[in-house]
């Protein structure tokens, strides 16, 4: 099983990114995706996951409306685009794998002027 983040980088607040997981040694299609993220000196916390076919999604209450998870079964990938970044989002990102506990390595998303 292999997760590879990327998109990660440093942004100005109100800016935007896209992150993307790669996924490779498993059915990809056959389980739920999540993405969640750890500030410094915070818990890691859930950020969004979706469902096998994308037709259920969940959001944490801090990124509702700013972003937004999605997948493609075709590419095993899914994805995270974040729009009106705040500070607060400074974190590093993972994907994983709720079903089996299975993580990637993280990429870093800073928000600063």
């Known amino acids: 099983v292999q997760l590879v983040e990327s998109g990660g980088g440093l942004v100005q607040p109100g800016g935007s990114l896209r992150l993307s997981c790669a996924a490779s040694g498993f059915t990809f299609s056959s389980y739920v995706m999540r993405w969640d993220r750890q500030a410094p000196g915070k818990e890691r916390e859930l950020v969004a996951e979706i469902s096998i076919t994308g037709g259920w999604i969940n959001y944490a209450d801090s990124v509702k409306g700013r972003f937004t998870i999605s997948r493609d079964n075709a590419k095993n990938t899914v994805y995270l685009q974040m729009s009106s970044l705040k500070p607060e989002d400074t974190a590093v990102y993972y994907c994983?794998?709720?079903?089996?506990?299975?993580w990637g390595q993280g990429t870093q998303v800073t928000v600063s002027s």
């Open positions: 994983n794998i709720p079903l089996l506990n299975y």
